[in-house]
């Protein structure tokens, strides 16, 4: 994927900055005399001299000599006021031009000859690679994508506890190196390896206790089934939870369930809308809602699923209804009542926008496709009911027909939205 490779290079150097050297100006005190002093005397010494000094500046005395840093900071002043044309103040005449012209034309030379100056004797503030943890960021902010990249980085060294000091953060050819793999898996979880395989499910209530081999134990105790319906009185436990079935891919997947809160007297009920992983672990909260009384309405939400993840729905209370001694059928409080939840998907866009960010409208195929064609071969048929699986083996990959212009091209259009040094990329550069 030689298109591919080509990112690797532009993505990597985000790591690394170079800094420009500037010629170095000539000095001289003469100039200043000529080039400054009239337009001052002139211009500024009414309100910036020895008897009024606006801002508390003075101008008639200060030394030409910008190595004093606070001289240079008060001809910085100067200068940018100069430029800006908000000094002398605008009910003041107008200095003739080229008396403006030739002061800020002997400052930003004479200062910058001074700021380069002070660099070489002090020591330039350093520019610094970004640290791993900034650098993971950035290529997620660049490309929208949950890439990790941390684990094929060398870990960065610390100075009095922090990360990103640039005089340890060093930059070796491992560093390199590594930093193009990274770059090379960034680019690649852009690249989808299938396209969506689409995904539909729908259970009741009833099918939800038969799901789980031990959702015996919490009915009749927690909850009931009232027809097809799952009535919820307790918060369900783990191993016996209202969910729908576990998604077959990653994506983002559209639910929708029919509930209504019962009991006597009552408005609403608050129920949690989760996320499970097939497993030991705990069901994640992402959004509350309130379910009102009255018959089942259907409400529906929008989530993002991980291969095996299954959509949760569970009664917000801290309530236990087994402090009810009574069987479970004459209890009259509040419930909540989910007749069934249904989930499909993916439903995002194909391909993502994180590939259009880096291939535009670069086409994808399957690799078995592209090999047959370089091979002037018959092309394999594939076929639309390949499973996840199936694609795992034989993925998607982008077919460039050129790819020395396309990545050229592409490159181009994706350099801009790498933020200038020390600014982040953040949000705004996905767009
Ligand atoms: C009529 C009075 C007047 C004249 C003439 C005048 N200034 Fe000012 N200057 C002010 C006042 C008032 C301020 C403070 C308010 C402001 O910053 O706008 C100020 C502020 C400044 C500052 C900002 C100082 C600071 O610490 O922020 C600079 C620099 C400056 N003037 C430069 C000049 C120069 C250069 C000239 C001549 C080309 C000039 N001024 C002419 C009234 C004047």
Not at 261 to 286: H, I, K, Y
Request: with cysteine; hydrophobic share 40%.
């Amino acid at each position: 994927m030689p298109i591919v490779r080509k990112f690797n290079a532009a993505l990597s150097a985000l790591a690394m900055t170079l800094a420009a050297q500037t010629a170095r100006a000539e000095d001289s005190a003469a100039l200043f005399n000529a080039n400054v002093k009239p337009l001052i005397s002139g211009h500024c010494t009414d309100c910036h001299g020895e008897d009024v000094q606006k801002a508390g500046l003075r101008l008639d005395t200060l030394p030409a000599d910008l190595h004093d840093d606070a001289v240079m900071a008060n001809w910085v002043k100067v200068l940018d006021k100069l430029a800006a044309g908000e000094m002398p103040p605008k009910k003041r005449q107008r200095p003739p031009q080229n008396e403006i012209n030739a002061a800020t034309q002997w400052l930003s030379r004479e200062l910058r000859a001074a700021s380069l100056d002070r660099q070489q004797k002090r020591g330039r503030v350093v520019l610094r690679r970004l640290n791993i943890t900034e650098y993971e960021n950035t290529l997620r902010d660049l490309l929208g994508t949950q890439v990790q990249v941390k684990d094929l980085l060398p870990e960065d060294n610390s100075a009095a506890g922090f990360d990103n000091v640039s005089a340890v953060l060093d930059l070796s050819a491992t560093h390199l190196l590594r930093f193009q793999d990274a770059a090379e898996r960034a680019v690649l979880s852009a690249v989808p390896t299938h396209p969506p395989v689409q995904f539909s499910n729908a259970r009741s209530g009833r099918e939800m206790t038969e799901n789980g081999p031990n959702f015996r134990q919490t009915l009749s105790r927690s909850c009931k089934l009232q027809g097809d319906a799952l009535v919820i009185y307790s918060k369900l436990p783990r191993y016996g939870l209202c969910s729908s079935g576990p998604v077959p891919i990653d994506g983002r997947y559209h639910v929708q369930l029919s509930a209504c809160a019962v009991g006597e007297g009552l408005r609403s009920v608050p129920a949690a809308f989760m996320t499970v992983q097939n497993g030991p672990e705990q069901p994640v909260t992402f959004d509350c809602r309130d379910i009102p009384v009255g018959k089942p309405s259907v409400i529906e939400v929008d989530v993002d699923l991980k291969r095996g993840q299954q959509f949760v729905l569970n009664y917000l209370s801290n309530w236990d209804i087994r402090i009810f001694k009574k069987p479970i059928d004459e209890y009259t409080g509040p419930g909540l009542m989910v007749e069934w939840i249904k989930v499909q998907g993916p439903i995002d866009p194909f391909p993502s926008p994180s590939y259009r960010v880096l291939f535009g409208d670069v086409p994808l195929k399957a690799r078995s496709v592209l090999a047959a064609e370089a091979r002037g071969a018959r092309l394999p048929v594939i076929s639309d009911k390949r499973t996840a699986d199936q694609w795992a083996s034989d993925p998607l990959v982008p077919d460039s027909a050129n790819p020395r212009q396309d990545a050229d091209r592409l490159i181009r259009a994706f350099l801009p939205r790498v933020p200038p040094a020390g600014q982040p990329a953040g949000a705004a550069a996905f767009r």
